[in-house]
């Protein structure tokens, strides 16, 4: 039985770029370690998991996916939440919140209020709320964004969000998408305009030119406790990510997460750390689940230079690993960002395992990969392709 370390550069899949000689970031990149091990190892392609609902395959509905866990997915906000440390009970509702500005016409005017960088004052405010016997705990995630939950009983996830996406408009009422949630709808409704009442008073928020003082919230799930990525494969995994959406994913599927400094789910995160991390957690753990999101970001911004020197740089933390001894290496990607494009496609990704095996494929990237002995299979299946090759 070998160890796997599974490798998800978020987003990496792209599209040929005119001003790369018409190649994708990925191909235009120097990556000799990356190139070896597909050329010692077996490549293929991936076609993400996205929901039913999805216009493209989102990352946590993809990393869902790949884990083997679609019918389980609770919805963003319990994975928000168990990124960020929350303790989840049976029942609780979990949403994102990003802190927006509305003016006295109650218009939003900032959906991210300027970009707020601290905004422990606003939570400190909000801490302590009970309507109708369901109390609501809010905690602070990065930059603008924090997390809600919801405890009580009869609380249903089956509500819309109040975020009507653009500025210039008025939040939207919470509706119900079933009766049994017009209860819960009815409390964050209440809850909305308290918020509003109390951040809007606030003395933070009179200094500010975009004051801080509305919720927008989205994403909301119900926490349910489901069987561990240990009871369903026989792995004891560990997770090491910046973002806190990974982490609480891993967390919510009992992987341990490994506290490591400097991870900024971005290009700036401390690779080296990462890595070292890495090599440490495959001493005591049977699966490593490393996320890089720096990929992805370069893309959403259109930033494919840059994509390309992250890929790079990531490309040589490679190479201490290639000698461990009984390891499997899996390197992919949730699912493709154009940088052209600037956001999520379905097209297929590349992917390579290393450690078992090998084909004619010589070099990690999309146009090669799809010649690879996998061929195309779906993000579904990879955590059986795993097991069989970790188990030969
Ligand atoms: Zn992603
Ligand atoms: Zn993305």
Do not use: W
């Not at 109040?162 to 998408?177: A, Q, R, V, Y």
């Amino acid at each position: 039985m070998k160890k796997v370390l599974l490798v998800i550069l978020d987003g990496l899949g792209d599209k040929a770029i005119n001003a790369l000689n018409n190649r994708t970031p990925l191909e235009a990149a120097f990556t000799p370690n990356l190139d070896y091990m597909a050329e010692n190892g077996i490549s293929g392609l991936i076609q993400p998991f996205q929901f039913m609902d999805e216009k493209h395959p989102t990352s946590e509905g993809a990393h869902i996916g790949l884990f083997g866990y679609k019918d389980y997915f609770l919805g963003r906000g319990p994975y928000e939440a168990a990124g960020v440390n929350m303790p989840l009970y049976e029942g609780d509702i979990a949403l994102r919140v990003n802190f927006a500005t509305i003016n006295d016409q109650r218009l939003i005017t900032d959906r991210r209020a300027g970009r707020i960088k601290d905004t422990d004052e606003l939570i400190k405010a909000l801490s302590g709320i009970e309507i109708k016997g369901v109390k609501f705990d809010i905690k602070r995630s990065n930059g603008h964004r924090a997390v809600l939950v919801l405890r009580g009983n009869n609380l249903s996830s089956e509500i819309t969000s109040n975020d009507p996406g653009s500025e210039g408009e008025f939040p939207l009422k919470i509706k119900s998408k079933d009766p049994l949630a017009d209860f819960t709808a009815e409390v964050l409704n209440e809850y909305l305009d308290k918020a509003y009442d109390i951040l809007n008073d606030l003395e933070f928020n009179k200094n500010r030119q975009v004051p801080a003082n509305y919720l927008l919230l989205r994403g909301a799930g119900q926490f349910k406790k489901i069987f561990s990525f240990k009871e369903k494969y026989g792995l004891m995994a560990a997770c090491i990510a910046g973002g806190g959406l990974y982490k609480g994913i891993a967390k919510m599927i009992g992987m341990d997460v490994i506290d490591i400094p400097l991870l900024t789910a971005d290009t700036d995160t401390n690779l080296l750390n990462k890595f070292e991390g890495v090599e440490r957690a495959l001493q005591n753990y049977d699966f490593v689940f490393l996320h890089i999101k720096g990929t992805d970001v370069c893309s959403h911004d259109g930033r494919y230079e840059d994509k390309k020197k992250f890929i790079e740089e990531v490309d040589k933390y490679f190479k201490t690993l290639l000698n461990i001894k009984d390891l499997l290496i899996v390197v992919t990607a949730d699912h493709s960002t154009p940088s052209e494009l600037k956001e999520h496609s379905s097209d297929p990704v590349p992917i390579l395992i290393y450690g078992n095996g090998k084909d004619e494929v010589s070099h990690f990237s999309e146009r090669e990969a799809k010649d690879g002995k996998l061929g195309l299979f779906e993000g579904k299946d990879l955590m059986d392709k795993i097991l069989s090759f970790s188990k030969e």
